[in-house]
Every structure is written in C-alpha cells, then in structure tokens.
C-alpha cells in the first residue's frame, strides 16, 4: 500500500480531516463534564442519572468500535470515516434538544454508534497512509493536537454552562463535522485492503455491549439496594458470563472483531493493559475533579474549564516531542515515567480540602494539574505508537479499534464502579457527620437522601433554615472525603498502568514479530 510523506500535500490533508474529526470526538467527552452541574440542574437528573449519560455514549463505543475498525480495513477506511461522522453529527444535533434525561441517554447511543465508527477512522487513515519513517511524528502531531483541542474542551464548555448554554456543547459539532466531511470527500483518496474478508462480528458486538450494559447496571444499583440485592448479583452473573462469551466467540469465529492473535504479541498486550489502567484513573480524576471545583469549591463552570488550561500547554509543548523522541530511542521508558508522573499529580490533588475557591488555585490544585499534564505529555504519543506499530498495516484499522475499545471499556468501568463508590462513601461520611448532631432522626433521614445527587445536594424542605449552612458544611465534607479516596484510588491505577509498561513493553523493533503479517 503506498504511503504519502507526512509534509506532502496529500499528508496535510489527511492530517487535518483526522484531527478535525477526533477532536470533535473529544472536545464533547471533556467539555460534558464541566457543563454536568449545569445539565443536572436543567434536567432534573440524579447522580446516578449523570453516570449512566456518559455511559450511554461510552457503551456504545465500547462494544462497536472494535467493528468500526474492522469495518474501516474491509469496506474503505474513508468511507467509514465519513459514515461514523455523519451519525455523530446527527446524534449530536438530537442530544441538544433532549427534553429530559431519557431522550439524552437514548440520543447519547446514537452518538456512540457515529463515534464507533469514527474514532478509530482517524488513526488508521495516519497509519496506513503516512510513511512509516514520519509516523510516530504523525501521531505525536495528532496526540497533540487532539489532546490540546480536548482539554481545551473545558473552557469552552465552562464558558456555555455559565451562559445557561450548555446543550450547545452539542450542536457546536456539527459545523466541525461538516468541516472534516468536506475535506474527506475533496481531498482525500480511499484506502482499503482488497484481499479483505467483508464478514462482520455481529456476535461478538452484541456480547459485549450487553455484557458492559449488565455490569454497568449492577454498579449504579447498589448505592441505592447494597451489595445484598438480586438485581446487582444477576446483573454481575449475567455480564460475566456475557463477558466470557465474548472471548469465546472471538476465539472461535473466522471473523473476530477482536483477533486474539494480536495479543500474542507483548507489546500490544502491554499496551492495552496501559491504556486500561490510565485512562480508568484518568477518566475518574478529571470527572470529580471538575465536579469538586464547581459543586463544592465554588468556581464557577468557566473557571473550572480554565484551571486545565496548564494541561493543555504542557501537551501542546511536550507530546509532539516526546512522539519524535520515542521513535528514536524507543517507547519503554516513557511509557514507565509518563504514567507515574501523572499518578503523582492525581495524588497530589487528593489531598486538597476545602479551599477559599479560585484565588486559591495556584496554591492548591495549580501544581497536581501540572504534574498530571507533564505526566501524560510524555505517554499519548508514545503509547499510541506502540500500539499501533505492533501489528502490520493490515491490522491497522483492527488494532485502534481495539486499543479505543480498552479506552472506553476502561471509562464505562471506572464510570460505574466510582459512580457507586463516590455515592456510598458519601453517604458514609455525610451518615458520621450526621451521628454527632443534634437533628431529628427523620431530618437525617432527608438529609441522607440527598447523597444520591452527590455534590447537588440540596438541603431538604423542612430544614430549619438556621441550619441549612451546618447542612451545606456536611455536603460539603462528605463529598472532599469521597472526593480524596476515590482520587487515591486513580493514582494507584496510574502507578499500576506504569508498572505494565515496565513489565510488558521494550525497545525492540516488534512488526517482525507480529502474527499472520
């Protein structure tokens, strides 16, 4: 398959509409979690209702995105490209006149099933098109680039919420989507494998998703039924099993979405496991994070976008160079010290209390988000590398369906599980500042069921007024103790990301090596 010079006409084109397209793709995931207080608030929603809003979107991509791959190598890379854009944009459009939280969630799967197709479009047009020598600057362009336009995200979404504005987070991607549609259909050659099969696995699709659904659903329950319920025990059974099932059929089928060869080869292996662990803490960190600074630190939701500006910077300076560098001298030791640069940062923001809002910033959340922005400057661009140069370029569009797949799976889990956790580790320490007061038990009671909306909690009708500070001071503490534990428990995932690398990753040239190339 010929490949362009990354500085060719041809190149740049290729490069703009990937970007173009991903950072549409992002600019949505970063900028919804700083408008969530200002959509909890417009739509009624609970806690739970949040959760399972970023899980919709995040389901959907999980389980297809692996066939969005697939389909990318069989059918036409670009023409999968541009069909996943077009759903996106379209999912996009029917998200911002959502009426209430159910149509959202239903809208948000369309988006899921445009952006399954799309995501992985973008790397596999960079790594089946630009040559091999100029790739790994290609992507560290694009990590870059995507990564900027991601964090920057926040701003645009604080600035929007503040304004009462926040459905157009949402409509704002349908002119970028026309945008990267015009350059795909104008300037940009087809690219597909001939000899390709066109089977698709739709066993496989359906396994997953009802699998990551099933275990979704037992998390979000059991803050409100316990652990001791036969809904969280069925809905934990039955998606296990789904999930063994998945791995069966991928093992069995002539036509896997997910060729378990791939994962003969460690580096692919090391890399998926990475990118597992990072971005479960990743996602975690940066969505109560932003909940924190605005629900209980009292920023407002522009401020809040803004104190990610430093992140944004440090990818814009730093991720481009270390793609080059690790071309040069190998991914391995970046992808050790990048992880754990980043953990330090999310364990450095675990620790802030109560602050006196964004005066505070420079001394208070200022250097973790700067140690957390150095850390993963240094690992997309390497990591994404990794993955993509461990299988040929056959398996180009197969291996970053499969590494995003990770990358959502990751968020759905991590979604659900700290979802469940942050709820009853508020409850749990709202229910200890409550014990040592003097209100009456059915007052408890009411302020107790507001943990459920996490840092919306309202004080209850019927409060004494006189006490509705006392109140406020309770949310307030339970949700930084639930803020802190769960921000720990990111940083672990971090560390154990960077101990993955250093267990499975080396320096080695690994597309020899590769299976069935």
């Known amino acids: 398959m010929a490949t362009v010079a990354l500085g060719s006409r041809e190149g740049k084109w290729i490069m703009a509409s990937a970007i173009t397209a991903s950072s549409m793709a992002f600019i949505d995931g970063t900028a919804l979690?700083?408008?969530?207080?200002?959509?909890?608030?417009?739509l009624n929603a609970t806690g739970a209702?949040?959760?399972?809003?970023?899980?919709?979107?995040?389901?959907?991509?999980?389980?297809?995105?692996?066939?969005?791959?697939?389909?990318?190598?069989?059918?036409?890379?670009?023409?999968?490209?541009?069909?996943?854009?077009?759903?996106?944009?379209?999912?996009?459009?029917?998200?911002?006149?959502?009426?209430?939280?159910?149509?959202?969630?239903?809208?948000?799967?369309?988006?899921?099933?445009?952006?399954?197709?799309?995501?992985?479009g973008s790397l596999s047009l960079i790594s089946s098109s630009i040559d091999?020598?100029?790739?790994?600057?290609?992507?560290?362009?694009?990590?870059?680039?995507?990564?900027?336009?991601?964090?920057?995200?926040?701003?645009?979404?604080?600035?929007?919420?503040?304004?009462?504005?926040?459905?157009?987070?949402?409509?704002?991607?349908?002119?970028?989507?026309?945008?990267?549609?015009?350059?795909?259909?104008?300037?940009?050659?087809?690219?597909?494998?001939?000899?390709s099969d066109k089977a698709i696995d739709i066993k496989g699709a359906l396994a997953i998703a009802s699998s990551l659904a099933l275990l979704t659903f037992g998390f979000l329950r059991i803050p409100?039924?316990?652990?001791?319920?036969?809904?969280?025990?069925?809905?934990?059974?039955?998606?296990?099993?789904?999930?063994?099932?998945?791995?069966?059929?991928?093992?069995?089928?002539?036509?896997?979405?997910?060729?378990?060869?791939?994962?003969?080869?460690?580096?692919?292996?090391?890399?998926?496991?990475?990118?597992?662990?990072?971005?479960?803490?990743?996602?975690?960190?940066?969505?109560?994070?932003s909940l924190?600074?605005?629900?209980?630190?009292?920023?407002?939701?522009l401020e809040s976008g803004l104190t990610f500006l430093p992140f944004t910077l440090l990818m814009v300076t730093f991720a481009r160079y270390a793609g080059k560098q690790a071309d040069k001298h190998g991914p391995r030791l970046f992808l050790i010290a990048g992880p754990f640069v980043a953990g330090l940062g999310l364990l450095a923001l675990a620790f802030i209390k109560q602050t006196n809002g964004p005066g505070a910033y420079w001394t208070t959340f200022f250097p973790g988000i700067c140690l957390f922005g150095l850390g993963m400057s240094f690992t997309v661009a390497p990591l994404t590398a990794t993955v993509m140069g461990a299988v040929s370029d056959h398996y180009s569009g197969t291996a970053s369906g499969v590494n995003n797949a990770v990358t959502r799976i990751s968020g759905v889990l991590a979604n659900a599980i700290f979802g469940a956790l942050a709820v009853l580790l508020f409850t749990a320490s709202l229910s200890k500042e409550l014990g040592n007061s003097s209100f009456a038990a059915?007052?408890?009671?009411?302020?107790l069921a507001e943990a459920a909306n996490l840092g919306n909690a309202n004080v209850p009708a019927g409060i004494a007024a006189d006490s509705n500070a006392v109140v406020i001071q309770y949310y307030h503490h339970g949700f930084i103790d639930a803020y802190m534990k769960i921000m720990l428990m990111s940083a672990g995932l971090c560390f154990v990301g960077a101990l993955m690398s250093a267990l499975f990753i080396r320096n080695t040239a690994i597309k020899t090596s590769h299976p069935n190339t």
């Open 292 to 301: 924190n600074l605005v629900q209980v630190q009292g920023y407002s939701q």
């Open 442 to 447: 059915q007052d408890k009671k009411s302020i």
């Open 49 to 120: 209702d949040i959760f399972w809003i970023l899980n919709a979107y995040l389901l959907m991509l999980a389980s297809l995105i692996l066939i969005g791959g697939s389909l990318g190598d069989k059918l036409g890379r670009k023409k999968m490209f541009m069909l996943g854009i077009f759903i996106f944009i379209l999912g996009s459009g029917l998200c911002g006149t959502a009426g209430n939280v159910f149509f959202l969630i239903v809208f948000r799967v369309i988006q899921g099933i445009g952006g399954a197709l799309m995501i992985p």
């Open 132 to 195: 091999e020598k100029e790739r790994g600057k290609a992507i560290g362009t694009w990590s870059a680039v995507t990564t900027a336009v991601t964090i920057g995200g926040p701003v645009l979404g604080g600035a929007l919420g503040d304004a009462g504005l926040w459905r157009y987070i949402f409509f704002i991607n349908i002119p970028i989507g026309v945008v990267a549609l015009i350059i795909l259909s104008g300037k940009v050659k087809e690219i597909k494998d001939e000899d």
């Open 224 to 289: 409100e039924y316990g652990f001791n319920n036969w809904q969280v025990y069925c809905s934990f059974v039955a998606g296990l099993l789904l999930l063994c099932t998945f791995v069966w059929i991928e093992q069995n089928s002539k036509h896997p979405m997910m060729p378990l060869q791939l994962f003969k080869v460690t580096a692919f292996t090391g890399a998926n496991l990475l990118t597992f662990f990072l971005y479960a803490g990743l996602g975690a960190g940066m969505l109560f994070l």
């Open 33 to 42: 979690n700083v408008v969530l207080p200002s959509l909890q608030q417009g």
